[in-house]
């Protein structure tokens, strides 16, 4: 018991040397604060980890660091975003910032994507600042902070980012590769699920934080509408299990028109070996992509906690998630909760979908390492599902090792026995997603911050759709 507490503390304490202050306000934290490596990026707050430590800062009721952040980040939106004199869109958010110092003056300096390794554009970021913003109303009570005029402004420019017609057929969000916590080209372009998971997210939070009024009312129905149907896509075309998997096996090719079963011509051929084995009895999750003739059949796990965090599932997909990961625990906990994907590619394969990357070499890195910032959607996935025994196990397994490592940013190898080749040490969402996991068992309430329940609108208008 005391030496669980003292893990607790010393977590703590090494959070709050990850902050980050600015005009001697805390704005964020650092990404990592190792103190052996140089730092070249990690001494930035990146959009996407600051939300761990957000989340653990709103818990206990420090809330002026997420607003500070949220309020700087914001003021960001408003800067250019450039490279080779082409202008990203408006409502993007940045990947990362620093506070800089010079002869005394401090500014901060945001990075969308420009400075990246591979330039890659953080569609996360403007995701997750809506879903934060949410969060922190929830939290306070202070509506009057999203009703502010600029914040309006900025969920809108957000919106308008997300919602813009474009040449697609689905109405799942089209992005690049390396778009989101998989930040290096990884096969993860067209609509990732982590993304889809977010979009949702972020699309119900915004539906509660727009201020009535035209305006607000005007993109309430869109955001309606692209609920409705994002919900139904991913349900209905994203879920394998054993049953599915059966059709697709016998999945007829070339069908054309509205009578078409394989909507999407994908080849029972594209089928894995190792899915067929893999693939529970009873279980199942969302598959990690999908368009034509095309589904990535690995396990995405950030794209499966949230979408059962955010109601994207139905109720059955989140049990059945969840009986996966129980039935598949060596796979994706292992050592170390939890497998980032699942199974890593090899080969040629791993060639031709990194593009030979060396960081992202089989079960390391992106490619099937363990991360133990997942720690925290897991157990929220598992508060969430009522299995409470699961979220245990995972915290038991990770406190093993977590401090003994100094808080490792991922770990490699099938199982996660080993600490990452290139992992920093004290990487701030490793701690930050160790105190989220502790805090949910010890005070469940907390996951309501974050989570959605299901959208019954959605749910009827499901209802109602013509099928052919
Ligand atoms: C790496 C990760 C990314 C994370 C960043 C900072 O680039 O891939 O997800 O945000 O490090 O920790």
Redesign the pocket.
Known sequence: MQVKQDLFAKAWKALEDSIIYYQGHPVGTV??HDPDVEALN?DHC?V??FMSSAFVFLFNGKTEIVRNFLIETLALQNETKQMDCFNAGQGLMPASFKVLNTQGQQYISADFGEHAIGRVTPVDSSLWWIILLRSYVKATGDLDLAHQPDCQRGIIEILKLCLADRFDMFPTLLVPDGSF????RMGVYGHPLEIQSLFYAALRAARELLAPGRQGDVYNQFITQRLNTLNFHIREYYWLDLKRLNDIYRYRGEEFGTTAVNKFNIYPESIPDWLTEWIPDRGGYLAGNLGPARMDFRFFTQGNLLAIISSLASDQECDWIMDLIEQRWDDLIGSMPMKICFPAVEGLEWKIVTGCDPKNVPWSY?NGGNWPVLLWPLVAAAQKTGRIKLAQRAIEQAEKHLCEDQWP?YYDGKNGRLVGKEARKY?S?TIAGYLIAKELMANPEHLKLFSFDEDLESLNWTCSIPMS
């Open positions: 990404a990592a990690y990146f996407r980890d916590m998989i930040d290096r992106h940013e990487q969402w």
